[in-house]
């Protein structure tokens, strides 16, 4: 099973609003720019930015300000600054027709992140496609905790570090980054997957202190002896899948989010397999739902080789991260 990197919805996150079409200011289609006299009668990128959001937001489309201005952004060739900084730029025709297109597709439910084809996440800008999940902010409680961990703990300094089902490479890349000394095993069963990973790694400046490497699970760090082995990996249960957003459900590696009939398919076996692939001192970091707190705590434990096992908050204030030292 692929286990792209990502957060997933919360428990009891409801689906968003039924799709709806582009309707600018007055009713209709955004009306074709002619010949204006008026920078202010134009679509210039200050106007488009404030109807769109707008719309987005009244559309239910997840950050609405900030999917506005990745749109914008993509269309015309520059940086989100560079919006602001030339605010009565007029768009052309053909701006304008591909703005729009991208904009009907989002108000659709389709991610914006795959319309543009990356994604912003922990002070990077990572390549997306649907083969990989679009990584959320919950994720990067696990990455939070693994960097200050391995600053101040003694014995963590150079980590060999983990990453099972990397998708898009995030936690992966992340640590490498800020763990200057880590090296990273960074897995997935999907090689498109592992494709996306290479491109993000090599981009950021971090493809040669990651391996990466296809298989199911612990299957490809098997004889491996690790400082972490960290997460996120798919966990939505049977039945919380029918209440996924449309704009997940229908676009998003279903394999990479779905983790069985209790959601904890994949997390039962990194918990109760996982111990044997650590050093010790070692640590477990895996990512899960806020309702999986006491299953999860209660399978640590049950296992027998795991101390201290408890979970961290996101920036909901979530319990979204399971903690576990290697006894």
Known sequence: MPLPNGGKLAHGENPRNQPARLS?????????????????????????????????????????????????????????????????????????????????????????DYLVGKSPFFSMMLEVNPNVLIPRPSTETLIEHVIQHARRTPGFHSPLIADVGTGSGAIAIALAKHIPHSRVIATDISEQALDTARQNA???????????????????????????????????????????????????????????????KCLRVLIEKGRPLLEHPGQLVLEAAASHKAPLLKLAQAAGVWDNAHMLADHEHLPRVLVCDAL
Request: hydrophobic share 35%; charged share 30%.
């Open 24 to 112: 600018p200011p007055g009713g209709g289609r955004i009306a074709p720019v002619t010949h204006h006299k008026t920078d202010n009668q134009a679509w210039t990128t200050r106007r488009l930015l404030a109807w769109t959001a707008k719309h987005l937001s009244q559309k239910g489309v997840d950050n609405p300000r900030l999917s506005t201005e990745m749109l914008l952004a993509h269309v015309l060739g520059v940086d989100r600054l560079k919006l602001y900084m030339d605010p009565d730029r007029p768009a052309s025709e053909l701006e304008r027709a591909t703005f729009r297109e991208l904009v009907e597709r989002a108000v659709a439910h389709e991610p914006v």
């Open 202 to 264: 090599k981009a950021l400046g971090v493809a040669d202190r990651i391996e990466f490497r296809q298989g199911d699970l612990l299957e490809p760090i098997e004889h491996e002896r690790l400082r972490y082995l960290v997460s996120n990996p798919p966990y939505i249960s049977d039945a919380e899948w029918r209440d996924v957003q449309p704009n997940v459900k229908n676009y998003e590696p279903e394999l990479a989010l779905r983790g069985g009939m209790d959601g904890l």
